[in-house]
């Protein structure tokens, strides 16, 4: 029953995020994103176009409905952007995924996905990066790694993987093509700021 809840959180989630904000108020926002939850439900070829959305990009990890339900959050104005804690999460999730995949994949001898069936090392591991998380106050990562660790002890998900509570291909791309990005920018300015006195000099 919760993965039909989630994929329909999911889908309107997803959209509201896509969407642009059209420069309407927080009141017609939140209306934008309930009226997307219940089109969710709108029934497409047998299936809702959330359960339709869901046969594309299966279950999302815990962590992606925190991340997510953040910027819905920060959307309706009711967070503030808290861009280093953005970028905490970036790095942490992107390094997850490039740890797990590729192993997943065969392009490793080790095999990370086993260890979340016996994830009491795994656990400990996650637990102590939490504490750090918390002492470097990059409180959205602590959310996120906190809710999938409960949502995994409590067993809200039919998976009894760790790591599907912990990432997903979808996150881990978001935040390996939002680092590079990211990258870009920063270099891009780079090049900006080393131009201009060289450009003042010239004149």
């Not at 809840?5 to 642009?20: G, K, N, R, Y």
């Not at 497409?44 to 339900?69: K, N, W």
């Not at 942490?92 to 095999?111: C, I, K, N, Q, R």
Request: aromatic content about 12%; glycine content about 6%.
């Amino acid at each position: 029953m919760i993965n039909l809840w989630q994929a329909h959180v999911t889908f309107a989630m997803i959209i509201f995020l896509l969407l642009p904000s059209f420069g309407l108020n927080r009141g017609w926002r939140i209306t934008l994103l309930l009226a997307l939850l219940a089109a969710s439900f709108i029934p497409l070829g047998g299936l809702s176009l959330a359960a339709y959305l869901r046969s594309h990009i299966d279950d999302l990890a815990i962590t992606s409905m925190v991340f997510m339900g953040w910027g819905c959050l920060r959307r309706l104005g009711m967070l503030p952007p808290a861009l280093r804690d953005r970028t905490g999460v970036l790095i942490l999730f992107a390094v997850m995924a490039l740890v797990l995949y590729p192993a997943t994949l065969g392009l490793s001898e080790l095999d990370p996905y086993r260890r979340g069936y016996s994830p009491r090392p795994l656990l400990f591991i996650v637990a102590l990066l939490t504490f750090v998380l918390f002492y470097l106050r990059n409180y959205l990562a602590v959310v996120m790694l906190t809710c999938a660790t409960l949502a995994f002890i409590v067993g809200i998900k039919p998976s009894q993987n760790y790591w599907d509570y912990l990432v997903d291909p979808l996150l881990g791309l978001y935040c390996c093509l939002a680092l590079l990005m990211l990258a870009a920018r920063r270099a891009y300015k780079r090049l900006i700021t080393r131009r201009e006195p060289m450009m003042t000099k010239s004149v």
